[in-house]
């Protein structure tokens, strides 16, 4: 249940507190005196889309807060908030777009407001009516009446395997001509790149050895020098064989003194260093081999791989991977018609199974069809509506993600008239109590314990007027119902009543809330009946009204 809504800043709501009671609450007011604000300060709390543009002018931010108690477990526990039925939703709106939420002071997204009030609220609006308009809505409504949903996800698994391997035979069904066009294009690519020889890695060790071709003299001069150095030659030792000779003098006192031994062995150390090193050397100059045409061939392989790149891929890795697919292309082309052969059997069968699952779907769909039929008219008829028929038809379509069914609501109005498309049938009035009849069937289906209505009664009076109130009565009883109003049936049949009034102060557009006791809310309903002339008679007019509705509401309990 909604304890309290806390606004700030939202449009021309400077600041509000709104305590919900139990039952049911209404809240009227002049025409843009700020109702519809209300509905989306809430509808912002949890986390629905939501505009900048919302936020009073002249202020940076806006904030609203939404105190709910009596939550299921089985609500709070998946945002790890077990154990605990109050929750405190929190959103703070910034004109640069930013929002910080919280949910019992814990930092939160927006997607976890909205999921999590999803399961706390339901908002209908007076624009709910228009999706009966749309048949394809029809089949979602029918679908969350049965509680069809993870039927439904079945059949769309066995659906999709079978699109997928649809997806594969089309993309091997080709006409003979292009097929051997394509053919053509394959072997002309493999047969190239194959006459590459292409290896992995010889790029970079092409270019390497590229750049010791290009500066051979540069290396063979400087290691003969350093060789030169280190090995001496005929004309004379070079440092190896000094630091033989200084190594063979220290040696011969290294006994006589302890620091002369130290010394002795850190030059055997750099004597042994300096004789890997010359070996090494030695090593790199005998390896200095190649031929004079040796850079022109490296040169030319690079330009060959440069000019495959330009087709094949930035890579020589990236060729050879293309290689592959060309190669497993082909292959499947030649092998095609053992492919579609395999492919085709697979899907017979994956098509088997999605027709079986779409079946038991439909089973299921007219079966609770019927039951949704039954409870609708039940509900009409609570509602004014008794000699309405109403019908769900089916129509058996090809398998789509949806099943293999097209469901539509039809209606006849009056007696004697035909079924027909609740579009071409019913009036804004009659649309207004069906989607409501529809809404509380549903409603019954899940756990949501407070039901938001924003001028769902447009189009309706008298009579009809007076069953929509009663209805709301009686959902009220065992959920928590807003609802937002021009009707002083309904108005005058709400446990609570709070206005909206709009005012002036400082050249600044104020609303306020105020809940109102009794001869406020009958002061209130001669103002919805007569206006801004209320007479003596008006207001015993809502006396009797106010009376009435007591008296209602008291048989319910």
């Known amino acids: ?74 609500v709070a526990e998946p945002f790890g908030l077990p154990g605990e039925d109050e929750l ?23 997607s976890q407001l909205r999921q999590l009030g999803t399961a706390l609220l339901n908002i209908h609006g007076q624009h709910d009516g228009q999706q009966l308009l749309d048949a394809q809505q029809h089949i979602l409504y029918l679908d969350r009446f ?81 060789d030169y150095c280190l090995n001496g030659d005929d004309n004379g030792p070079g440092a190896l064989s000094l630091l033989d000779q200084a190594r ?23 004597y042994s260093e300096t004789f890997d090193l010359a070996d090494t050397l030695r090593d790199r100059r005998d390896s200095f081999e190649f031929s004079p045409n040796e850079l022109d061939e490296v040169e030319g392989r690079l330009d060959r791989l440069y000019r495959l790149k330009k087709k094949y891929g930035p890579s020589v890795e990236d060729m050879l991977d293309y290689l592959d697919r060309c190669r497993a292309e082909l292959e499947q082309i030649t092998d095609a018609d053992d492919t579609l052969a395999r492919l085709e059997k697979q899907r017979a069968a994956a098509e088997k199974a999605a027709r079986s699952e779409a079946e038991k779907l439909s089973r299921a769909r007219r079966e609770a069809a019927e039951d949704l039929s039954a409870q609708i008219l039940s509900e009409l008829t609570q509602l004014d509506m008794g000699k309405i028929r109403f ?49 509380n069937v549903l409603s019954e ?63 600044r557009t104020y609303t306020r809330v105020a809940q109102l006791d009794r001869s406020q809310r009958r002061a209130e309903l001669a103002r919805l009946t007569g206006g801004s002339h209320v007479t003596e008679t008006m207001l015993s007019g809502a006396e009797e009204l106010l009376s009435q509705a007591e008296a209602y509401r008291s048989k319910l309990g």
């Open 391 to 439: 019908a769900v038809d089916f129509a058996e379509t090809e398998l789509t993600e949806n099943g293999a069914d097209d469901v539509q609501f039809l209606m006849s109005a009056n007696a004697g008239e035909d079924l027909k498309p609740i579009h071409k049938i019913a009036s804004g009035g009659e649309l207004a109590r069906i989607m409501l009849a529809m809404k």
């Open 146 to 226: 049965g509680r069809l949903e993870p039927m439904l996800e079945q059949y769309r698994g066995a659906y999709r395997a079978l699109a997928e391997l649809q997806r594969r035979i089309d993309a091997l069904r080709m006409d003979e001509a292009e097929k051997a066009r394509r053919t053509d294009t394959l072997r002309y690519q493999i047969g190239e790149l194959e006459r590459a020889g292409l290896q992995r890695g010889e790029e970079e060790e092409l270019m390497a050895r590229r750049n010791f071709l290009r500066n051979s003299e540069k290396f063979i001069s400087a290691v003969s020098q350093a």
């Open 445 to 507: 289906q899940d756990q949501v314990g407070t039901m938001v209505f924003d001028e769902v009664d447009t189009g309706v009076s008298g009579r009809a007027a007076q069953k929509v109130a009663e209805k709301m009565a009686r959902i009220s009883r065992r959920k928590q119902v807003l609802c937002v109003t021009h009707l002083p049936q309904l108005a005058a049949m709400a446990d609570t009543h709070f206005s909206v009034e709009k005012g002036e102060r400082d050249g």
């Open 248 to 270: 063979d003098a220290l040696s011969a006192i290294r006994h006589l003194d302890d620091g002369y031994g130290a010394l002795s062995e850190r030059l055997a150390a750099v």
């Open 1 to 74: 249940m909604l304890n309290l809504l806390h606004i700030e800043n939202i449009a021309v709501i400077q600041q509000a507190d709104i305590a919900f009671e139990p039952g049911f609450n209404a809240l009227t007011g002049e025409t843009g005196a700020g109702k519809s604000i209300v509905i989306d300060a809430l509808s912002a709390v949890l986390g629905q889309r939501t505009s900048r543009d919302l936020i009073r002018t002249g202020s940076e931010t806006a904030f609203v807060s939404a105190a709910f108690s009596g939550v299921p477990a089985e």
């Open 88 to 110: 405190l939703l929190q959103r703070e709106i910034h004109a640069d777009g930013r929002n910080l939420c919280r949910i019992n002071g814990r930092p939160a997204t927006v």
